[in-house]
């Protein structure tokens, strides 16, 4: 066999850079748990199977109880989820006495962490003070005096009372309370629905007088950067360049731009004196915490809650509860070792079948790469492991000895055809194989979507029958026969939550598939062609 060859080969340095990659993803860890003790945990994300976690059932706070109105929740709650980092999250409209309800399933064990992150509404609003002691004169596109007398407030004809809100020119105002001198009001500057973009990459978390502080900047719109700009113009500016804040008007205390998450105060912020001179697209929002676990965990969750946007009904909490992984370990463990016993059963029907142990260990090795490669490149960084995610695993696994047998089959036949020419039909074979299985696996993954694209091939086929002289009447039906398929599966529109147990099953089998046919595939066989190598075979 020659050796130097073999390790100039580019396919033979991919599958190595991508075992080396996987061992730096899968490398253990040290972890201090809750309790303060240190674990050593691998960089697998397990999922609610293996880890256990936790189950939330929520209903809705509304007159309208119907699917549609639960599923939009559930819509939200994914995307806040989602964006918390919360793995191996399903979220699901389920039907329980008459009543549409959603539940929660993630593998997380901190209850009241998911809790906080859950029953939030997510109404989040900036907001300006204002002060009105007799008169103000308020001015945004038009100027506009709010009178008080006897408590309340009046307004282009308007009374109005604390507690209430109204809308000038776009802009909310908010009546707070009425003390002895003064009604304190607050203009919203901008709100959640105002946010197109969370900047989460330039968040930072620092130590700030006795606590901890964060900060991350959004992006606004247009609009609402511009009603931000009208709003401070009602506020003298103090101070010069980047020193310069916002004052209240006739006073010397600052006007603090109240940041307001379902109508509880977060946090109160310097606004500086840019704000009413520049339009700015991009503000900062600022909190904090006593610790700083806790203020990452608060930026964290109004980020999240930034990102998904409001509930459109309120929610409550009617149970939660832990899901216990008691076997977790166990099946984990009988999963690993029934992968490796099934190579290892190959390598022996291999020896049996071919009656040379040089090619044993070119394929017992290449499978336990692709389980490697899987673990360490997908399963530490974008898929979470599960049973679903264990058996595509396996499937995939046992695609690619199939695999390996077709080209070592190549091998051994007649020499008129060239090694080329044979490694070409194994491989031809071995893709089509691939595309089959991917296509096979793909609705399971996005139903609608495959659909489509199956309408869409079907009125190809159509398309290249009415057009082709050559095409025969067998494409003109087939495409009818696809389109109509297509057709007649939009009908049921399957749930994409009724499909997520096995989604993971699909998902790993298409890149282990992929992994095969792109890495593992291609090295064996040039360890096949070098292991054969007796000089020029072409």
Do not use: C
């Not at 105002?173 to 003390?179: A, G, K, M, V």
């Not at 900047?217 to 003298?236: D, G, K």
């Not at 101070?239 to 509880?264: I, T, W």
């Not at 946007?309 to 370990?329: F, H, K, N, R």
């Amino acid at each position: 066999m020659e050796v130097k060859p073999l390790l100039k080969e580019w396919r033979m340095w991919v599958l190595a850079f991508s075992l080396l990659i996987s061992l730096i993803l899968l490398s253990p860890q040290y972890v201090q748990d809750d309790d303060g003790q240190w674990q050593i945990e691998t960089g697998i994300n397990q999922g609610l199977d293996l880890q256990g976690g936790t189950n939330v059932l929520v209903s809705i706070d509304s007159e309208e109880n119907s699917q549609e109105l639960a599923n939009q929740v559930s819509n939200v709650l994914d995307q806040r989820i989602s964006a918390f980092g919360l793995t191996e999250a399903s979220i699901r409209t389920v039907e329980l006495a008459g009543e549409y309800m959603v539940q929660v399933e993630v593998a997380e064990t901190d209850q009241e962490q998911i809790r906080e992150l859950i029953e939030q509404e997510g109404q989040f609003e900036a907001r300006m003070p204002l002060e009105v002691e007799d008169e103000l004169e308020y001015t945004l596109f038009e100027t506009h005096t709010f009178t008080r007398e006897n408590g309340e407030i009046s307004v282009n004809g308007s009374t109005y009372q604390p507690g209430d809100d109204w809308e000038i020119e776009g802009t909310t105002f908010r009546y707070i309370n009425d003390t002895e001198d003064t009604a304190h009001l607050e203009a919203v500057a901008y709100s959640g629905a105002d946010v197109e973009q969370v900047l989460t990459g330039e968040g930072a978390v620092g130590p700030s007088g006795e606590g901890f502080e964060f900060q991350f900047p959004v992006i606004i719109t247009r609009e609402s950067a511009e009603n931000v700009q009208r709003v401070a113009q009602n506020y003298e500016v103090a101070g010069v360049g980047d020193e310069s804040h916002l004052m209240m008007p006739d006073s010397n205390e600052y006007a603090y731009l109240r940041l307001y998450v379902d109508g509880e105060m977060q946090n109160e912020l310097r606004m500086a004196g840019v704000f009413a001179q520049q339009i700015i697209q991009q503000p900062s929002i600022t909190g904090g915490g006593e610790t700083e676990a806790e203020t990452q965990q608060n930026m964290e969750e109004l980020q999240a809650i930034l990102q998904s946007g409001s509930l459109p009904a309120g929610i409550q909490v009617e149970s939660i509860s832990t899901i216990s992984a008691a076997l977790g370990d166990r099946f984990m463990t009988a999963a690993l070792f029934s992968i490796v016993s099934s190579l290892i059963a190959v390598g022996g029907i291999i020896y049996l079948r071919y009656g040379d142990p040089r090619l044993v260990v070119p394929i017992v090795f290449t499978g336990s790469s692709e389980v490697f490669i899987l673990l360490g490149a997908f399963f530490s960084t974008l898929i979470t492991l599960d049973l679903a995610a264990i058996a595509g695993i396996i499937a995939a696994v046992g695609t690619g000895v199939d695999d390996q047998i077709i080209i070592t089959d190549e091998r051994g036949k007649d020499k008129i055809r060239s090694w080329k020419r044979r490694l070409k039909r194994a491989f031809f074979v071995i893709f089509t194989a691939a595309a089959t299985t991917i296509g096979a696996m793909a609705p399971l993954i996005n139903p609608a979507a495959s659909n489509l694209a199956i309408g869409a091939a079907g009125l190809g086929l159509i398309g290249y029958a009415l057009y082709s002289r050559r095409a025969s009447r067998m494409y003109l039906g087939l495409g009818a026969f696809t389109v109509t398929a297509s057709v007649f599966m939009m009908q049921f529109d399957p749930s994409a939550f009724a499909l997520q147990a096995v989604r993971g099953f699909a998902i790993t089998t298409i890149i282990g598939v992929l992994v095969g046919i792109m890495i593992t595939r291609p090295a064996y066989a040039k360890f096949l062609e070098y292991m054969d190598y007796e000089g020029d075979q072409t």
